[in-house]
């Protein structure tokens, strides 16, 4: 054991016994502008070249702006307009930027210097002087030695930032079950987006797809927040091609079925529909659903089947809803099922 | 107007005039199943067409059109479907597979529309739009909100395409004529939904193949559109060139000058 046992000197632990000397500024390098007046020329026209390519890109940007005037119902001019401006107003400001690098790098002194920074810490008497200001000042504004002033500043103080929290309540309404409802109720008809037509049984033909809102959803002030929810993915397959839940059997109504539009992954609108192999799929991370087997997650980072929305036809023959969908739409939250 | 030919004197005013009477009675089914056109074709184009078919199609399709192993029956697909599938080369298919390819065009104009007008004579279905349906003059506006609703999820918010799911996908829409688009509509080929003329009127296909064709022929204000594919692309550039200019900007600057 004697011998891996070593002892070391107080202090650090890292202390180096041989530190690297320190090798100083490294030797200067003439660059060839130093060296030859021939080349330090050339480069004095590099950069004024580079300034005068800024003027030129400054002279782009208004031929763009005067060339290609914005007017309605052309677009192709605001492109023109926008792409040359931006072509000039580059050049301009790149031309200055390299010229002015170029300029430091070739011909501007570039002899490396050393400069030693002071110490972070005061010197002893100022460090001194400052304590006797701090304490003439506790001195003169009693601030030790009035209580009340400052225990009541404390609490001051404390007070103070509150209301920057209490206007986090101003954030948004408090949320409730408005993710647990949407528009639909009994008796509403399913409407056509974005022209709220009723929609006919007899108009959905086998393959066909409708997008749907709920009848007065163009009515409301928050038509959006409510569409967000409410959309519906509506398709005809041919019944045989239908396997139903016998429990929900009643939803769908001769082989038309409604599903929401929401995806139960992060809620982007699931509407990529395949008539032969009737799979939806979501755009946004290829979460697949088997509309024909109640549609139920195939592919995709989407846990739950899209939420069926029982449907019915009225004594005029146009679609309408049951009720609302049995369960929230979209993605799932912890107390959903509350 | 420029001809002094009254409306009703127009070749096409009688089948104008068929169709109009067919869509006002046969309401609200004749609309939804698109039975849009009596069978105007002549006997002999039949004939024609029959006997096309037996030698290029029914040996997936069936002899009479009924279906068989490998092809699916074109009882009332309707002259629409024929000349979608076949007029943009997709028919006779090349091979099985996820999905059927455009190809060079097999059959001349004559053939296709016998081939047509054959298949529309086993069973009513869509029709062979009219040049009046196509015109491009219609709402482009409103055509870009149907579209943006109805399609764009598939075929992308300009028509570049996109991907679906097991190797098929959404074609593209730049450079598909108004024809195809409209027939591609009304009869849904392959995996594509039907959007009949209960969901977009012809009104409303009108539209959208307007705003197609706006965005075709207009340049993108925004800049090159880089195939108009969306933010991945256009990621992608900005961290290739962007990024790489900037790192080359960064390495110039702390070079030391020879």
Redesign the interface.
């Known amino acids: 054991m004697s011998d891996i046992e070593k002892v070391y000197p107080a202090g650090l632990a890292g202390e180096i016994e041989r530190p690297i000397p320190n090798p100083g500024i490294e030797p200067h390098?003439l660059?060839?502008?130093d060296k030859s007046e021939k080349h330090a020329r050339t480069a004095e026209k590099q950069i004024s070249a580079m300034f005068l390519v800024s003027v030129i890109g400054a002279f782009i940007a208004i031929w763009g702006f005067v060339a290609f005037p914005i007017n309605d119902g052309d677009?192709?001019a605001?492109?023109n307009n926008?792409?040359w401006m931006g072509v000039g107003m580059a050049l301009s400001l790149f031309g200055i930027g390299f010229g002015a690098?170029h300029w430091a790098?070739?011909l501007m002194p570039?002899a490396e210097v050393s400069e030693p920074r002071h110490q972070a810490r005061s010197p002893d008497e100022s460090r001194a002087a400052a304590v006797e200001i701090i304490k003439m000042a506790d001195g003169e504004s009693g601030f030790s030695r009035r209580k009340l002033i400052r225990r009541s500043l404390y609490g001051a103080l404390a007070v103070f930032p509150v209301p920057a929290i209490v206007i986090f309540g101003d954030l948004g309404p408090v949320v409730g079950d408005s993710l647990k409802n949407t528009m639909w109720r009994e008796g509403v008809r399913l409407t056509?987006?974005?022209t709220g037509i009723p929609?006919?049984a007899?108009?959905?033909?086998?393959?066909?797809?409708?997008?749907v809102i709920p009848e007065g959803l163009s009515d409301l002030d928050h038509k959006l927040e409510e569409k967000a929810k409410a959309a519906v993915l509506l398709?005809r397959v041919n019944p045989s091609d239908l396997n139903e839940d016998p429990a929900k059997a009643g939803w769908s109504y001769d082989g038309i079925v409604a599903y929401s539009k929401i995806c139960t992954h992060v809620g982007c609108?699931v509407?990529?529909?395949?008539?032969?192999?009737h799979?939806l799929?979501c755009?946004c991370h290829?979460s697949?659903f088997d509309l024909a087997n109640h549609c139920e997650v195939i592919?995709g980072p989407a846990s739950r089947a899209l939420p069926q929305l029982p449907i019915a036809v009225d004594a005029e023959?146009y679609l309408i809803a049951q009720r609302d969908f049995d369960q929230p739409v979209g993605p799932s939250f912890w107390d959903m099922r509350k | 107007m420029k001809s002094e030919k009254p409306m009703r004197r127009r070749p096409w005013a009688a089948g104008f005039v068929i169709f109009l009477g067919l869509v006002l009675s046969g309401g609200g089914y004749a609309a939804a199943t698109n039975v849009v056109q009596a069978d105007a074709s002549s006997p002999a184009q039949v004939d024609e067409g029959r006997k096309l078919f037996l030698a290029n199609c029914s040996t997936c399709h069936g002899s009479n059109g009924e279906g068989a192993i490998g092809g699916p029956s074109l009882i009332d697909v309707g002259a629409a479907s024929v000349d979608f599938q076949v007029g943009t080369g997709r028919m006779p298919g090349q091979g099985s597979g996820p999905q059927l390819y455009k190809k060079p065009v097999q059959f001349t104009e004559p053939q296709i529309a016998a081939m047509a007008a054959y298949v529309a004579s086993l069973a009513p279905g869509p029709a062979i739009p009219t040049e009046e349906m196509l015109r491009t003059d219609g709402n482009a506006t409103h055509g870009g909100e149907l579209f943006r609703i109805n399609c764009a999820m598939c075929h992308n918010a300009v028509g570049a395409g996109g991907a679906l799911t097991q190797g098929k996908f959404a074609p593209k829409l730049q450079g598909v004529t108004e024809k195809h688009i409209y027939e591609a509509m009304v009869t849904g080929p392959q995996n594509m939904p039907v959007f009949n003329d209960a969901n977009l009127t012809p009104e409303d296909k009108k539209d959208i193949i307007t705003f197609l064709k706006y965005v075709e022929e207009n340049d993108s204000v925004g800049g090159f559109e880089l195939g108009s594919i969306g933010p991945v692309a256009e990621g992608l550039f900005v961290w290739i060139f962007g990024l790489g200019f900037i790192i080359a900007i960064t390495v110039w600057l702390g070079a030391k000058s020879n």
């Open positions: 390098r660059r060839m502008t677009l192709s605001t492109r926008t792409l690098v790098k070739t570039d056509k987006d974005p929609i006919k007899s108009e959905v033909t086998i393959g066909s797809v409708f997008h398709v609108p509407s990529l529909y395949e008539q032969h192999t799979h799929l755009p290829q697949t592919f023959g």
